[in-house]
């Protein structure tokens, strides 16, 4: 068993060094792309600096700001880095920022010869993204022990599959949706995988992971077919409609493809919640039947639906509380809110979501009932392979600790 086990594990070794080199040589293909510039940006830079001195300040006697502030800036980064500057802040509340002396700011100049043009852009902010990033990281190990590390690397590699996969890939001209797809899929298994390891309760929660979320793709798309609202119908379409000239960017299937992304952590989170518990069930009740695990996983599943199917309607209708407010405010009638699209687009993407970690249950609990039962191939009782060979493991590494040969396990 000791050596089948070893043959297995290099097995897997190799499959996951395959797989790495290949994801590797896809990435490098991937990101050897040249990007048009929508606008030209000749001559401008973003650069650090931090102000030094109020020279002109634009706050009123009741305490708001008007007009553009005058402040004098040290540059410390480009080619104008340790030289002082005379910029302007606009009181918008976009772009500018309150500026106070020793704050630092990012400034956005336009150097032509010995001629700088240059204006404050915003607040310096990128140092309080990382600290919050690596606190919550830190939390995370600290919480969840070995398990919040793997969690911690499975969130990376999520963020850097869209950035370094997902955007060349729609920039090239692949179906944004697929695209999604093909994220969710590969982020799913790498997750799984770091939580679960090669294990059929790694398989039962992707199974139920991918399962959903195609659920939510397709239930938007039937939304779509069936209300006229596409993908075409969102707010910012003048701008987006730049790349379709521009590049051929698929861009009305941006909306769904957004939807995938968006709802793929409620579905991962319901698809690895029932496959744990199914898996726990059948260890400490091995004289399950295919028909009794699945009653008892449908059961946890009904439990989780009664929040789940709440998480993804609440995150969208909490990211339109502004529009919601607004036409509240204008006193709106029902007919012309009900048939808008921001609130049409705002429904599909709650209730798809919705669809997909609902619909997530029956798929996980399905996978579940049917892996788990499998008869391993000795024809013993049906138990959950990883549970079986991290015992053979932790028994072979005793015995050799103790310098005996491995024995049948």
């Not at 302007?88 to 020793?102: E, K, M, R, V």
């Not at 799913?188 to 793709?217: E, H, W």
């Not at 077919?225 to 000239?245: F, K, P, Q």
């Not at 048939?339 to 993407?349: K, L, P, V, Y």
Request: net charge neutral; proline share 2%; glycine share 12%.
């Amino acid at each position: 068993m000791g050596g089948r086990l070893s043959g297995r594990t290099a097995a897997r070794l190799i499959l996951l060094a395959a797989a790495g080199i290949g994801l590797l040589l896809f990435t490098i293909w991937l990101n050897r792309v040249e990007i048009v510039p929508l606008v030209s940006r000749e001559g401008q830079t973003f650069e650090k600096a931090v102000v030094t001195q109020i020279l002109q300040d634009n706050r009123t006697e009741t305490g708001t700001r008007v007009g553009e502030q005058v402040v004098e800036v040290k540059i410390l980064t480009g080619e104008k880095k340790g030289e002082l500057l005379e910029v302007t802040s606009s009181a918008g509340f976009l772009f500018g920022a309150p500026c106070t002396p020793g704050m630092r700011v990012v400034v956005m100049q336009s150097v032509a010869g010995d001629t700088t043009i240059a204006s404050v852009y915003s607040q310096d902010r990128e140092w309080v993204i990382y600290l919050f990033g690596i606190l919550y990281l830190v939390v995370l190990v600290l919480v969840g022990g070995k398990q919040g590390v793997k969690g911690g690397i499975g969130l990376v590699f999520t963020f850097f599959s869209i950035l370094l996969w997902y955007l060349p890939m729609v920039y090239r001209g692949f179906s944004p949706f697929w695209s999604a797809v093909f994220i969710c899929i590969i982020t799913t298994l790498v997750t799984m995988l770091l939580i679960g390891g090669f294990t059929k309760k790694t398989l039962v929660a992707t199974i139920g992971t991918v399962g959903g979320v195609l659920t939510a793709g397709i239930s938007a798309t039937l939304f779509s077919l069936a209300s006229g609202i596409t993908g075409y119908n969102v707010s910012d379409i003048e701008t987006l409609m730049t790349l379709w000239t521009v590049q051929g960017i698929q861009v009305g299937s941006l909306l769904f493809a957004g939807l995938l992304i968006s709802s793929l952590g409620a579905v991962m989170d319901v698809a690895m919640s029932i496959g744990s518990s199914m898996s726990e069930i059948l260890a400490q009740n091995p004289s399950l039947n295919r028909k009794e695990l699945w009653k008892a996983g449908i059961r946890v599943g009904r439990d989780m639906m009664g929040t789940d199917s709440n998480t993804l309607i609440l995150a969208f209708a909490g990211g339109s509380l502004s529009m919601l407010l607004l036409d509240y405010a204008y006193d709106l009638p029902y007919l012309q809110i009900i048939n808008s699209n921001n609130i049409g687009i705002a429904i599909m993407q709650g209730l798809s979501g919705s669809f997909g970690v609902v619909l997530s249950v029956p798929i996980t609990v399905a996978a579940g009932a049917v892996l788990y039962t499998m008869k391993n191939r000795r024809g013993g009782t049906p138990v959950e392979e990883g549970r079986m060979e991290e015992a053979h493991m932790e028994k072979a590494h005793i015995e050799e600790a103790a310098g005996e040969m491995p024995g049948n396990l």
